[in-house]
């Protein structure tokens, strides 16, 4: 049964989700995980932040990068550089190229992503549900001073240097959570919000139609990790799109992002002088080491969450 839902981008959120992984029993975890950055790149559907969380609990992933297969070869790759083919500057190794092309396979054959995710999970051994945020194709357009561009043609091809003015989530309209979303919200204890980017990783789940209602009418505690640690991204962008977006760039600015959603936050060491800011949000604060190194890392803050969102229910039941 499920008991804990973490929402999730890719490095960062993975992260985190290992560690729930690690601290729970293993069917006990469901991760429900952004799909805006998806793409179709040599004809094959790829789900990077979904493909991250699934290599990171099957213990696959390249921990240089977060993202990939840690040992994976790029003999495909190469290959398709010399036939001319121009999609080259996005890394995909050898066994992940597998990964695509078995999705898209199955998405082919008509499947849901949901159930194709399913199956790839069961596959690795991984008994955590991992969950797309919906099934329906969503895509993450940035505006920036160069134009519009896909999410990976800025995050990846452009190395993330261009000032984002506006995000756009293609399709969104269109999407809806997956059905078994609901029953999962009616039985957990906990939602976790991992420390990825609010606005193009968690932001996206959160703008599926009806999905912001489901969490908020579920039961538990829903707790957020802050992504931001004294002024900076753990990871990626977040910091220069939070400026230039007009939010402020600390853990309350993620804060205020989520004031209403949220019932606690979980800020860095560095960041306990903002405890008091965020708290007027109408939220609990619980500072933590924040900072996820290695495995024993991501467990011990994983244990600090779960024992901030008991905290906060026991605080409830109590009246
Ligand atoms: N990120 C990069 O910065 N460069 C890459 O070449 C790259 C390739 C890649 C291949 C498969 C995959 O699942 C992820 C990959 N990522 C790469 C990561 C990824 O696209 C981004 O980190 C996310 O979209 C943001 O969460």
């Known amino acids: 049964m499920i008991q804990v839902i973490a929402l999730a981008g890719g490095v960062g959120g993975a992260k985190l989700a290992q560690g729930l992984y690690a601290a729970l029993p293993p069917d006990s975890l469901l991760v429900l995980v ?92 991984v008994r955590a549900t991992l969950l797309p945020m919906a099934d329906a194709p969503v895509a993450t357009l940035v505006d920036t001073d160069a134009g519009r561009l896909a999410f990976q043609d800025y995050f990846v091809r452009r190395r993330h240097s261009d000032n984002v003015r506006g995000i756009v989530f293609d399709g969104i309209a269109e999407a809806a959570p997956p059905d078994s979303l609901a029953p999962a919200l009616a039985t957990a204890e906990a939602i976790v919000f991992c420390p990825s980017n609010p606005l193009v990783s968690i932001g996206p789940i959160l703008a599926v139609p009806g999905l912001r209602d489901l969490l908020v009418g579920a039961p538990a505690p829903r707790v957020a990790v802050s992504p931001i640690v004294g002024g900076k991204a ?86």
């Open 234 to 319: 753990l990871k990626g962008p977040a910091d220069q799109m939070l400026a230039t977006l007009g939010h402020e760039v600390s853990a309350y600015g993620v804060a205020a992002l989520y004031q209403g959603l949220i019932d606690g936050m979980v800020i860095g060491e560095a960041d306990a002088a903002l405890a008091p800011r965020i708290a007027d949000l109408g939220m609990r604060v619980q500072v933590a080491p924040t900072i996820m190194r290695d495995e024993a890392d991501r467990k011990a803050l994983a244990e600090i969450v779960l024992a901030f969102c008991a905290a906060i229910a026991g605080k409830r039941g109590q009246g």
């Open 34 to 125: 952004n799909t805006a950055d998806d793409f179709t790149l040599h004809g094959l559907r790829i789900c990077p932040d979904l493909d991250t969380v699934l290599y990171t609990l099957a213990g696959l992933a390249n921990p240089q990068t977060g993202w990939g297969i840690g040992g994976d070869t790029f003999a495909t790759l190469e290959m398709l550089t010399r036939y001319g083919a121009d999609d080259t500057w996005f890394q995909i190794g050898d066994r992940d190229f597998a990964t695509h092309i078995r999705r898209t396979q199955r998405l082919a054959a008509g499947m849901p992503l949901s159930v194709v995710e399913a199956e790839l999970a069961r596959a690795l051994d």
